[in-house]
């Protein structure tokens, strides 16, 4: 039942959040300039993030990577009333098809998504498996994330928020990361650890962004 019909809630209910709320965009220049020149890149945003992620790629090709988990069936059936699709594997269960998968997309002009710390965390840690999609593919990995003011946070393992209605959110790019084909082993935790610092400013930032005297 809950998959049957989760799925048109989950859609709605983001729908009905996007309508009353105001939301912003913090340096969309930073990706747009690369689409507009016909480019894709890899998305990457904390799995606690993930609800109203899908708003921001506007109708554009994209492939989310979404956990084998049970409850990952919930998300990929939710995502798909975006029109975005779907590819199943994650860095505990499927990992190598995840890879593949995310790889094949981006050769084929998808942009992917990817939410690094998932499908079980540990919470806000990049696990290895976006870098080596970065260096197998030649595509930059774009740092994102939103967040709210009001907003509720669960008290799941990823914090998860969801943004109160008539609510003020934004969404924020950090600096692109690219990882070179020759990369080795320690060259890749490096980036890792580039990417979970930068996802964490990003967050930060966002966390506080309607403050006043921001």
């Given at each position: 039942m809950m998959l049957r019909l989760?799925?048109?809630v989950a859609f709605f209910l983001i729908k009905f959040l996007q309508w009353t709320m105001n939301i912003e965009e913090v340096n969309g220049e930073r990706i747009r300039g690369l689409w507009e020149r016909g480019e894709n890149a890899i998305g990457v945003f904390w799995?606690?993030?993930?609800?109203?992620?899908?708003?921001v790629y506007g109708g554009r090709g994209l492939r989310i990577l979404i956990s084998r988990h049970?409850?990952?069936?919930l998300t990929s059936r939710t995502?798909?009333?975006?029109?975005?699709?779907?590819?199943?594997?994650?860095?505990?269960r499927g990992g190598i098809a995840g890879i593949k998968g995310l790889v094949r997309s981006l050769q084929?002009?998808?942009d992917v998504a990817i939410a690094p710390d998932g499908p079980r965390g540990p919470r806000c840690k990049v696990q290895p498996g976006v870098i080596h999609v970065a260096k197998l593919s030649g595509r930059p990995i774009f740092p994102l994330t939103?967040?709210?003011?009001?907003?509720?946070?669960?008290?799941?393992?990823?914090?998860?928020?969801i943004p109160l209605p008539f609510s003020r959110g934004v969404f924020v790019w950090g600096e692109p990361?690219?990882?070179?084909?020759?990369?080795?082993?320690?060259?890749?935790?490096?980036?890792?650890l580039?990417?979970?610092?930068?996802?964490?400013?990003?967050?930060?930032?966002?966390?506080?962004?309607?403050?006043k005297g921001r």
């Open positions: 989760g799925p048109g799995h606690g993030r993930l609800l109203m992620t899908p708003l049970r409850d990952g069936e995502v798909r009333y975006f029109g975005l699709g779907t590819i199943r594997g994650s860095s505990t084929k002009g998808y939103f967040s709210a003011t009001p907003r509720k946070v669960l008290h799941t393992w990823d914090r998860f928020i990361i690219w990882v070179d084909h020759a990369e080795d082993e320690k060259g890749m935790a490096h980036k890792a580039l990417l979970e610092k930068r996802l964490q400013e990003v967050t930060e930032r966002a966390d506080h962004y309607f403050e």
